[in-house]
Every structure is written in C-alpha cells, then in structure tokens.
C-alpha cells in the first residue's frame, strides 16, 4: 500500500510540474501591447518557421528588453503587392490603437512590373493608415524591400534586379522622410546574400531565420534610440 501511495503522489507532482511549464510556455511574452506587423512574404515569413519570422523574434528581443507585448498581429501573404495589402487591411477592419506597426511592402510591384507611381501613391496610403492605427508616427517602422538579387534564384539577373530595387527603395526612403517614419534599412544585410549562404532560406529565395535576426538588430537599434 505505501509503494501503491508512493506511486500516486510522484504521478500527481508530475502532473503539477508538467502544468505548471506548460503555463508558464503559453504565458511566456504574453503582454498588453499590441503589434501589427503589414507585408507579404517577407513578414509572413515564407519557408522558416513562425519562430523565425521577423515580427516573432522582435517581440521576443522587446520583451527581453523589458516590454510588454503580445504576439505580433500579422497581416501579410506571399506574392501581396502594395494593393493587395491595402485590400486586406480593408477587410480586416483593423481597429486601433497598436503600440508598434512594422512596414515592409514592395518586391511584388517591382518583380510583377507594377509602376513606380502607383508603388508611391499606394505605400502612402497604408503608411497613413498605420499611422492612424498607431495614434501617432513615433510608433510606425518603414522597412527597405530586401535585395533578392543576391539570392541563387535572382542571381543570374543580380544588377538588374538590384538596380529596380534601388529605384523603389528610394521612394520607400522618400516617403518615411515626408511622413516623419522612422526607416530601416534591410537591404543592405540582404545584399550579404552571396558570401553569407546561411543568410538564405533552403528555398533559394527568400531570407532564413538567421537572416531575420539581423533585420531584429537593426530595428532594436532604431527603438533603442
């Protein structure tokens, strides 16, 4: 009878010690900020896992820091142009306020051949929407669009491709500087690319984990600032 009791009672502490992590790993990061992070693949994080994504890591280094957010809210889709970002934000209904929204929007106007002008007009609309949604600028982050030219899928057209991403990273520059955002340049850890292979995903195309950990560095600069 004791062995039975003894038996009992190391199960039952087992269960309380097992609930009790499981709590702890549910509640871990869980704050009362909100943030929203807008894209396409590069946000959504095509071909790593959700651990790895940008908008996850960013939460994990805030609240290392000693904020407090929740989960990154996450609008983004692989393949969305800057239309088809508006579209979504649309039907999502989004209602403020969010403490951070990221930006990062644009590969798909330029790679689809979509004007330079409807990227501009469109970029600012979903800026002064998460503008709004923020309750001010201060808390609004302009990314650069990634170099995919230094990824083996874009390779054999690497000056080319580089030369059109310039041209709209300089509007993406352009319209932080006119609404006041605060703008990170990612494009220049993409362009590490070729002599940095662990940069890119196993798809040959779009950034891995590691990659995504960099691009968390840049932005902790600018919010440490």
């Not at 874009?154 to 006041?180: H, P, W």
Request: proline share 2%; net charge neutral.
């Amino acid at each position: 009878m004791k062995k039975r009791h003894f038996i009992v009672s190391l199960l039952l502490t087992l269960i309380v010690i097992c609930a009790c992590g499981t709590f702890s790993k549910s509640n871990r990061g869980m704050g009362e900020k909100k943030y929203l992070a807008l894209g396409d693949s590069y946000t959504i994080g095509e071909s790593v896992s959700e651990i790895d994504r940008f908008p996850e890591q960013l939460v994990v280094a805030l609240n290392e820091n000693g904020a407090s957010f929740q989960r990154p809210e996450i609008i983004a889709r692989t393949g969305w142009r800057t239309d088809q970002l508006i579209q979504a934000m649309e039907q999502a209904d989004l209602q403020g306020k969010y403490d951070l929204v990221t930006i990062l929007i644009g590969v798909n106007n330029e790679f689809q051949g979509r004007s330079s002008a409807s990227f501009e007009s469109e970029l600012r609309t979903i800026c002064k929407t998460a503008i709004r949604l923020a309750g001010g600028k201060q808390h609004v982050y302009l990314l650069s669009i990634p170099d995919y030219g230094f990824t083996p899928f874009g390779k054999r057209r690497q000056a080319e491709i580089s030369t059109r991403i310039d041209e709209f990273n300089a509007i993406v520059q352009s319209i932080s500087v006119e609404l006041q955002l605060k703008f990170i340049d990612v494009t220049a850890i993409s362009r590490l690319g070729f002599e940095q292979k662990e940069l890119i995903a196993d798809d040959g195309l779009h950034p891995s984990g590691k990659m995504y950990a960099e691009w968390v560095k840049e932005l902790m600069k600018q919010m440490n600032d």
